[in-house]
Structures are given as C-alpha cells and as structure tokens.
C-alpha cells in the first residue's frame, strides 16, 4: 500500500484531499533561499503565502519527462536505441565520463551507469511516463516508455544466460552497444523489484521467460541445496553461493509466481519447474536461520565481508513480503510453513530495540549481530536509520518506514495487532519530520527527499491530518530548490552536483512530485 504501490498500468487512485491552509510546518522561505542551492525553478511559485498554484509540480514534471524522451536518449554508438540514459549532463544534454562527473559519497563507482542505461534505475521515470498518459490523454508517454522495455528485453539480454543487463553492477553500454561492467572482468548480474512485469510480458513474452527460468539456471549454484548468490555471472554459467541474501531470495520467489501465473508461458515445458525453485529457495532460507543463535535469519552463509554473523530486518521483511505472494500456489504443510516463516520476520522486526532519540539521531534498528541479536556495525552498515543520510548499505528513517506502512496494510486483515504495531513505528518515524528539516550544508541525494514525501503522503492516507499533507509539500519544494534549476528539466545527482544520474534517485524524486501533484489536485 501507500503512494508508491498505484497500480501503474490501470486506474490511478488516490484518495480524495481536501485541501487545506498551510501550518506551522510549512516551510520558511527566507531560511530556504538562504540554503537552496539555486532558485531558477521556484521562483514562478512560493508556497509561503499558501497560493502555490500545485499545477506547476505537473509542469515540472512533465517537463522532465519530455526532456528524457527528446534528448535523453541512447543516440551513440552504431546502433541508436529508445534507451534513456542513466547519466547525463544536464547542460549540453550529453552522457560524458566518470571524471567529468566526478565521485559521489556514498556511492562506489563500480555501481554507477556512465555511458549507458539501466533500467532497474529509471522505474520513477517509467512510472512517470505511465502516468502522465493516464492524465494528460497523450498515449505518447506510454507509447515512448513501451519502446524502451521492448528494446531492452529483446537487445539486452545474454544469450547464454537469458539475464539482463542490469542491477547494481551491470548496464548497456550505449557506446560498445554491449553489456557494460562496474569492474573489469566482473559482469556481475544482480536484479532488484521489478514493477513493469505485466507490461514486459505483453512487450516481450519470450525474453521475460527466458529470464526467469535463467535465474533458476544461472543464479542458483546447486538446486539441491538452493545456496546461491545475489551475484552470477551475466556472459556465462557462473553463478556463486555464500551471499543467500534473503530479499534477494523473495525477489526471485516472486519472480518466478508472477511468471508461473502468466497465461504468456502457459505452455512452456519447464513451467513446473517454477515451483520446484520456489521450493529450493525457501528451504535454503529456512536452513540459514539455524545457522544462528539468535534464531535470526542472516545476511548468507558465507563468513567472507562476515555475511554470516549479520543480520538485516529489512531484507528479511522483503522476503516475507514476496513469500505472501507464494503462499497461494501451496496448499499443504509447506504453505503453512512459508505463512508462519513471513510472520517470524515481522516479529523480529518489531521486537528489535528500535531506538528515536533525537540527541544521537538513532531510528530503527536495521543492522544486528547474527548471535547476540544486538545492533551493530558492519562495513560500510549501520545499526540504525537516520534523518537524512544515505548511501551504500545504510539509509534514512523514510524508506524503513514506508515499509512499515506496507506490513501494516498486508497484515491487518490477518494480524491486526502486528498491523497496528507497524502503523504507529511508521508515524513515530514519519512525525520526526514534521520538525526536522535537513542540513541543505550537506550532501544530499533526492532518493532521501523521494521516500520522504512519499511517507508524508502515507503518513496523510493513513490518518486524514493535513499536517503531514503541508509537510510534503515543504519537501516537494525544498527538494524542487535543490535539485532543479533554470539551467535543466533534469534533476541534479545531488545538491553539490550538477549533473544527472539515476543512481542517486531522481527520476523517484519527480514521481514523487507528481503523486503530490495528482493529491493535491484530488485526482
């Protein structure tokens, strides 16, 4: 549930607002000019004086959009493609290199996209485009985002392995037209939620099922034991073991029922093989938790980067997620088991010291020893969200707490004393930002100002108080201050670069916007 979970290809639905005065929480002005990085876009509207005309966060949007689809596309190499670029200078319009770019903390540079596309990265944008054609009537939207995904599935797949070009390590290169790699020698496949799935079955039926049952052939090291990796290799069989990382596992699991369930490979002969994987998985999972005292589900179990001995609630949450989805398809002993392992997740994460303390900044516990239990630190983890920081392996408050919120709507037909636990972790966190604004002095990547919005919004459907409605609308246009100016219809990578760059989540930054747009317009 929550703003992000519209369905994107159908009817849109939000519920209905009535608008109100802005509050208290509405943002200062002269404050937010003094930190804003620049004022190009803004200055057509101010929401100080509670007048803001809401149709320009349409504009901007649509703007945007309009920019990626003329401009922003893969027009390099031999072959031109409706691919969008994943890195671009906002200026000249053009993809350029890491050192013309230069380095972002918080991200490694082997998982950046220069000079290519990567999908996985661009679903705001995708979304977006869905949308708008959904709002404004013009079915070009659809029709340009449609081209994309054919291209990518029918030209960016292996041919050996049936994986994608894409994930944390992997891009199309635009130049090479081939499969680029964040490290030399190490084409890394790694896939992630996918939404589109409807769409890619009816764009491209072939490869979306070559894909899924690749994951079982490729990703899987031994389909006895199910140990595998979130990494294998996209060029050739390789596939790796000892990081059985639990969200990684759900994500498969639910690939594999939504293609299972899809009439497109109704008649393909290794369908009954989709549940022999669901199967294999899941017990690797259920055999993972017994490796720890805690009881706890870890990281993998490899002790290498000391995968063994962590343990993290939200990866385990997204595989109680995806379980959910599974659980239909068994009707004996094993759907019990699955429902009651989903369910052992969510206590777990609801009995961790959770801790939001305003003095130390910490928030949930999201990183714990795999033995003790306790939180803890591990590379470049932490063992709580905070407010405002983001980066590899850590992440703010929001984006945990926009998952709450998701639980608190799978469970409350079923649980409605867990729901109502996840409810009020959410707006306990949700209510730190109706009076913590964020350090503009420091570096800041518009992924955070996304998962923001998008809890105030959640935040407002689940309680009615316009409280947290005026709160989006400060961080829609605080985040407009710092991420667009007068020079791009593009959002920056962050508020010290200048630059575009999915990575960092902009193109979920103007989603976000135009879910505030669609709200505040009762649409």
């Known amino acids: 549930m929550g703003f992000n979970r519209i369905g994107i290809l159908g009817k849109i639905l939000i519920i209905p607002v009535i608008l109100a005065g802005l509050s208290m929480y509405s943002c200062d002005n002269s404050k937010k000019n003094q930190n804003a990085s620049s004022a190009g876009v803004i200055n057509d509207y101010d929401i100080s004086d509670g007048q803001n005309d809401y149709s320009n966060y349409l504009k901007?949007?649509?703007?945007?959009?309009?920019?990626?689809?003329?401009?922003?596309?893969?027009?390099?190499?031999?072959?031109?493609?409706?691919?969008?670029?994943?890195?671009?200078?906002?200026?000249?319009?053009?993809?350029?290199?890491?050192?013309?770019?230069?380095?972002?903390?918080?991200?490694?540079?082997?998982?950046?996209?220069?000079?290519?596309?990567?999908?996985?990265?661009?679903?705001?944008?995708?979304?977006?485009?869905?949308?708008?054609?959904?709002?404004?009537?013009?079915?070009?939207?659809?029709?340009?985002?449609?081209?994309?995904?054919?291209f990518f599935f029918n030209q960016c797949q292996s041919p050996v392995t049936g994986l994608m070009a894409w994930g944390e390590h992997l891009y199309w290169d635009f130049e090479t037209e081939a499969c680029g790699y964040g490290k030399e020698n190490q084409d890394y496949h790694e896939s992630s939620v996918w939404p589109f799935w409807d769409r890619c079955y009816q764009?491209?039926?072939?490869?979306?099922?070559?894909?899924?049952?690749?994951?079982?052939?490729?990703?899987?090291?031994?389909?006895?034991?199910?140990?595998?990796?979130?990494?294998?290799?996209?060029?050739?069989?390789?596939?790796?073991?000892?990081?059985?990382?639990?969200?990684?596992?759900?994500?498969?699991?639910?690939?594999?029922?939504?293609?299972?369930?899809?009439?497109?490979?109704?008649?393909?002969?290794?369908?009954?093989?989709?549940?022999?994987?669901?199967?294999?998985?899941?017990?690797?999972?259920?055999?993972?938790?017994?490796?720890?005292?805690?009881?706890?589900?870890?990281?993998?179990?490899?002790?290498?980067?000391?995968?063994?001995?962590?343990?993290?609630?939200?990866s385990n949450l997204e595989l109680a997620r995806c379980l959910e989805l599974a659980i239909p398809l068994f009707n004996d002993e094993l759907a019990e088991r699955m429902t009651a392992f989903a369910l052992k997740q969510d206590m777990d994460f609801l009995n961790a010291p959770h801790k939001f303390d305003s003095v130390n900044g910490e928030g949930y516990a999201v990183t714990l020893h795999a033995d003790s239990g306790l939180p803890r630190t591990r590379s470049m983890n932490k063992p709580y969200t905070s407010s405002w920081g983001s980066g590899y392996g850590y992440g703010p408050h929001s984006k945990v707490a926009n998952i709450c919120f998701d639980r608190h709507h799978a469970l409350k037909t079923s649980h409605?004393?867990?729901?109502?636990?996840?409810?009020?972790?959410?707006?306990?966190?949700?209510?730190?930002?109706?009076?913590?604004?964020?350090?503009?002095?420091?570096?800041?990547?518009?992924?955070?100002?996304?998962?923001?919005?998008?809890?105030?919004?959640?935040?407002?459907?689940?309680?009615?108080?316009?409280?947290?409605?005026?709160?989006?609308?400060?961080?829609?246009?605080?985040?407009?201050d710092l991420f667009l100016d007068s020079d791009s219809p593009l959002p920056k990578a962050t508020n010290q670069h200048n630059h575009y760059e999915t990575i960092t989540g902009g193109p979920d930054f103007m989603k976000e916007l135009l879910s505030l747009y669609l709200v505040m317009n009762k649409l």
Not at 87 to 101: L, W
Not at 264 to 275: H, K, S, T
Not at 426 to 451: N, R
């Open 416 to 480: 409605p004393d867990l729901s109502e636990k996840y409810r009020k972790l959410a707006l306990l966190a949700a209510d730190q930002y109706l009076s913590s604004p964020p350090d503009t002095s420091q570096l800041i990547k518009p992924d955070v100002f996304a998962s923001v919005i998008q809890l105030m919004l959640n935040s407002y459907e689940l309680t009615g108080e316009h409280r947290y409605m005026d709160r989006a609308s400060y961080f829609g246009q605080l985040g407009i």
């Open 203 to 314: 764009l491209a039926p072939e490869a979306c099922w070559k894909f899924t049952i690749g994951e079982w052939d490729h990703q899987i090291a031994d389909k006895k034991t199910g140990h595998f990796s979130r990494h294998a290799r996209w060029s050739l069989h390789g596939p790796f073991s000892g990081f059985e990382f639990p969200r990684y596992a759900g994500q498969m699991i639910e690939r594999w029922v939504i293609a299972y369930n899809r009439q497109e490979i109704i008649d393909q002969p290794r369908r009954e093989e989709l549940l022999e994987a669901i199967k294999v998985v899941y017990a690797r999972m259920e055999e993972n938790v017994k490796l720890t005292k805690s009881g706890y589900l870890p990281a993998g179990t490899t002790n290498k980067g000391d995968h063994d001995k962590v343990v993290w609630l939200t």
């Open 60 to 150: 901007i949007v649509k703007n945007y959009a309009d920019a990626m689809i003329s401009n922003g596309r893969d027009v390099y190499g031999p072959e031109h493609s409706p691919l969008f670029a994943s890195t671009i200078n906002r200026k000249t319009m053009k993809i350029g290199s890491m050192e013309d770019f230069g380095d972002i903390p918080g991200v490694r540079t082997h998982d950046r996209s220069i000079k290519g596309a990567n999908p996985l990265q661009d679903v705001g944008l995708f979304e977006i485009c869905y949308r708008l054609s959904n709002i404004t009537g013009d079915e070009s939207y659809t029709r340009e985002a449609d081209n994309s995904l054919k």
